[in-house]
Every structure is written in structure tokens, then in C-alpha cells.
């Protein structure tokens, strides 16, 4: 038993001996040049491409610093406080509340008030306008 295990040692040694005097022997992979597809140029210089990414902050009930996407300037916003549906909605609700003890007038109140209103804020200097407020 020991005969033939000595006999598939040898064996093995004489493969991994094979294996390395042909791994020896072979040439190395030219080297790697980027070919254009559409074309069949070879490409050598490839431009960097520079990109400029501007993240937009939340807008918030008070005026903020901003890059004006319009006009490119750094500015403060202007917030205008708009009438919307919520709006609408509420002094509806308080009118259908009071209008069995004729106090309707309540109904007034969403719209003096700046809570119930929509801010929307536009740049100062081109008057574009930038968007809502976010609530979170």
C-alpha cells in the first residue's frame, strides 16, 4: 500500500513539474489600449469631465440662503404666505362649527393667520420662483 501511495506522489510531483516548465513558457498578455467602439480609434487621452452637483436645502417658514438656480446669485429668499387648499378647508370647517351660534366670522381666521397658509418662498433678486416650504 505504501508502494503504490509513494507511486501517486511521484506522479504528482513529475505533473506539478510539467505544469511550471510550461507556465514558463508562456508570454505575458499584451498590453491593455481602450479602443472606441463606434469608431475603431484607439483612445490615448480621455477628457475629465468635471461635474457640479448642488443639493437643494429644505425650505423652511423663514427666509433662507440660497443659489438661485435662475439667475446663478446667492441671496436670501422671499417668503410669501399663499392662501391653499388647506386653507380653504379649515375656514370651511370653523364656518360649518359656528354657524348654528352666527359666529361665521370665525371662518376669517386661516386667512389672517400665517400657520394655515402655504409659505412659498422666490429669489429677491430675479423673483424665481423656488418652491414651498417643507414641513420636515
Not at 513539474?17 to 498590453?31: A, F, H, K, L, S
Request: aromatic share 8%.
Amino acid at each position: 500500500m505504501s508502494n503504490r501511495n509513494e507511486r501517486t506522489i511521484e506522479n504528482r510531483h513529475e505533473a506539478v513539474e510539467e505544469n511550471q516548465d510550461q507556465i514558463g513558457n508562456v508570454e505575458p498578455p499584451p498590453p491593455y489600449t481602450p479602443v472606441d467602439t463606434l469608431y475603431g480609434r484607439v483612445i490615448t487621452n480621455q477628457p475629465v469631465i468635471h461635474q457640479t452637483i448642488i443639493v437643494q436645502q429644505s425650505l423652511k417658514d423663514e427666509p433662507v440662503l440660497i443659489d438661485c438656480p435662475s439667475c446663478h446669485k446667492r441671496s436670501m429668499t422671499n417668503v410669501v404666505f399663499a392662501n391653499s387648499q388647506k386653507t380653504h378647508m379649515i375656514a370651511g370647517f370653523i364656518c360649518g362649527l359656528t354657524m348654528w351660534c352666527m359666529l361665521c366670522c370665525l371662518a376669517a381666521l386661516p386667512y389672517t393667520l400665517k400657520t394655515f397658509k402655504k409659505p412659498e418662498h422666490y429669489c429677491s433678486h430675479c423673483n424665481y420662483y423656488l418652491g414651498p416650504a417643507s414641513k420636515f
